[in-house]
């Protein structure tokens, strides 16, 4: 049965709020520490794929960063974030759109993904998606993914994920980005229960 994304995703962002999903993070510390190891400056262009109502913005904001994309393929968790950040909502380019239908107008020196790109199971979403990161990110730019590990669960929200380890992520990436960091991490959602993640900080050549 072919999958309705969209819908899928829609219907999730209106009938949870956001502490009710299992990938919520009140503060998103590994991301930040990850994003805060390298040499960006606030100018940096920064783009969060597969956000929904990841606080990952707010944080951002925080610490001063002028140029950041928040893209989702729900249209209701763009909206939900905008109403959380109330005014500062204008500081941000806010895309609705499916990943792989992505076309980007500017090239970003951050591509941070944290539990969006696991969701691809068919090998031509999978290039697609690999294709458009090389096409956006800038020389020198880097790359964080995060994704399910070979530990983690194999369905997230109803869905199949990919799972990935250290050698299976940096083989799809190599033509155009070196792995230089990568380690697990484990996830423990609202509900009490644990999730393995790997998260992998990509550099371009």
Known sequence: ???NFKSHWENVY????ENEVSWYQEVPSKSLDLINSLN???ESKIIDVGAGESRLVDNLLRLGFK???VLDISSKSIEKTKQRLGKKSKLV???VSDIVDFIPDERFDLWHDRAA???LTQKTRINKYVDLVNNSVNSQGNLILSTFSTNGPLKCSGLQISQYNKNSISELFKEEFKLSYSET???QTPFNTNQEFIFNIFSKY
């Open 185 to 187: 991490s484990v996830h």
């Open 40 to 42: 960006l400056t606030t």
């Open 1 to 3: 049965m072919t999958v």
């Open 117 to 119: 790109f696991h969701f």
């Open 14 to 17: 209106q009938l949870k709020n």
């Open 93 to 95: 380019n806010w895309v």
């Open 67 to 69: 140029n950041i994309t």
